[in-house]
């Protein structure tokens, strides 16, 4: 049972902007220093219940922040994994990676996954084509916790719409590329963030199960 939503939609808000910062930043001294919060991990371990998997996060981050070596390291998963098409193990960040627009659509309005996403942004007065494709998991999650907000005088209604979004643009892929991330990669930074980001996906399919 959730006593406060407002505090309650400020963490999933949190949460879904870390998602977003960590897959498409390039993990240099500055973000590593934004994530090297005890603050920030012990939230994370206690929101997703697995502080084990969240403390080696840190370690990480701790451990490239104080070794060039683990940084240079670092950087080199990051592009490796989710940025050079051509790596050996590049797993893509896109959601049309991983779905059949021809099966999703619901008509014929839109050619493909990105066009929707963009004219949704659209309607919100969002233009993410500056910073990246429409369908990547970061732009994504920003778009989501965009979506969650703490005061509305419509909190039903908005929920519902989140739910939807969450439905149709991340519940049915998302998982498959963190899972991706969890399988291909060796101990890295990323590896262990996967396993919160998937637990992070089955707490939010669980809170959005209570809405009718």
């Not at 098409?85 to 996954?113: G, H, M, Q, T, W």
Request: aromatic share 16%; with cysteine; hydrophobic share 40%.
């Amino acid at each position: 049972m959730i006593n406060n939503l407002d505090d309650f939609n400020l963490e999933r808000k949190t949460i879904y902007n870390i998602i977003s910062d960590i897959f498409i930043l390039n993990p240099d001294k500055e973000l590593c220093n934004r994530l090297s919060s005890l603050e920030l991990w012990d939230f994370l371990g206690e929101y997703l219940e697995d502080k084990n998997t969240s403390e080696k996060c840190m370690n990480h981050i701790l451990l490239a922040l104080g070794d060039e070596k683990e940084m240079s390291r670092l950087n080199q998963i990051f592009e490796m994994s989710f940025v050079i098409p051509v790596a050996n193990y590049f797993i893509p960040p896109f959601a049309s990676a991983y779905i059949s627009y021809k099966e999703f659509r619901d008509n014929n309005e839109f050619y493909s996954l990105p066009e929707e996403l963009n004219t949704i942004y659209g309607n919100y007065g969002i233009d993410f084509s500056s910073i990246h494709r429409s369908d990547h998991i970061s732009i994504i999650c920003a778009f989501m916790s965009i979506l969650i907000v703490s005061e509305s005088k419509d909190k039903n209604s908005a929920l519902l719409y989140e739910k939807n979004f969450f439905n149709r643009f991340i519940l049915n892929w998302a998982h498959i590329f963190f899972e991706e991330i969890s399988r291909k990669l060796e101990e890295s930074f990323y590896k262990h963030f996967a396993t919160l980001c998937k637990r992070f996906l089955e707490k939010e399919k669980t809170f959005f199960s209570t809405l009718s």
